[in-house]
T-cell receptor, first 112, second 115 residues
Framework: GDSVTQMEGPVTLSEEAFLTINCTYT??????LFWYVQYPGEGLQLLLK?????DKGSNKGFEATYRKETTSFHLEKGSVQVSDSAVYFC???????????FGDGTTLTVKP | GAGVSQSPSNKVTEKGKDVELRCDPI?????LYWYRQRLGQGLEFLIY????????KSGLPSDRFSAERTGESVSTLTIQRTQQEDSAVYLC?????????????FGPGTRLTVT
């Protein structure tokens, strides 16, 4: 079945550092890939998405590129801020579009 | 406009009792999803409703779990004879369609604690 594996946390960075959170997946067919963010005390929000190979999703300075050859969708940001502290989830929606498969989440803490 | 709402926000129940969790999707959204999130883990798919089609129940962990949806509106997730391993946050999401490209909007969740 479909699966998502993402970088274990927690990740602690200083403000303005470069962020990478790795995500790899296993799926049949051509899934859509997503990054969700959960800020402290808030619900899950879509951060960015990519629906086909080589697409780049971007939002709020975050980027991720759909790499079919490496089955990856790594999340990157060039300069993190304290306000980026949250839990980040990688997810895919595959041939059964009703079912999203999520990774276990990576907790990011950014210190001033 | 209003987002997805869930009630109650917190529920503490004794082992063996039944519980009902409610989800009100965004108006006009035809697709509705239930997920479970155990502490420190990702979201686990439970069930999916799309319009008038038969629901996809493939994620329900046991026959103690069931869900209903009234038309294209409110949904109720029922857990019978609760067990301690049912303790988790139960998340509901809705989308304007069931295809891959439609964004899922999540509610704040119901935190269930079984004592």
């Amino acid at each position: 079945g479909d699966s998502v594996t993402q970088m274990e946390g927690p990740v602690t960075l200083s403000e303005e550092a470069f962020l990478t959170i790795n995500c790899t997946y296993t799926a049949t067919g051509y899934p859509s890939l997503f990054w969700y963010v959960q800020y402290p005390g808030e619900g899950l929000q879509l951060l960015l998405k990519a629906t086909k190979a080589d697409d780049k999703g971007s939002n709020k300075g975050f980027e991720a590129t759909y790499r079919k050859e490496t089955t990856s969708f790594h999340l990157e940001k060039g300069s993190v801020q304290v306000s980026d502290s949250a839990v980040y989830f990688c997810a895919l929606r595959g041939t059964n579009a009703g079912k999203s498969t999520f990774g276990d989440g990576t907790t990011l803490t950014v210190k001033p | 406009g209003a987002g997805v709402s869930q009630s109650p926000s917190n529920k503490v129940t004794e082992k063996g009792k039944d519980v009902e969790l409610r989800c009100d999707p965004i108006s006009g959204h035809t697709a509705l999803y239930w997920y479970r999130q155990r502490l420190g883990q990702g979201l686990e798919f439970l069930i999916y409703f799309q319009g008038n089609s038969a629901p996809d129940k493939s994620g329900l962990p046991s026959d103690r779990f069931s869900a209903e949806r009234t038309g294209e509106s409110v949904s109720t997730l029922t857990i019978q004879r609760t067990q301690q391993e049912d303790s988790a946050v139960y998340l509901c999401a809705s989308s304007s369609g069931g295809a891959l490209s439609y964004e899922q909007y999540f509610g704040p969740g119901t935190r269930l604690t079984v004592t």
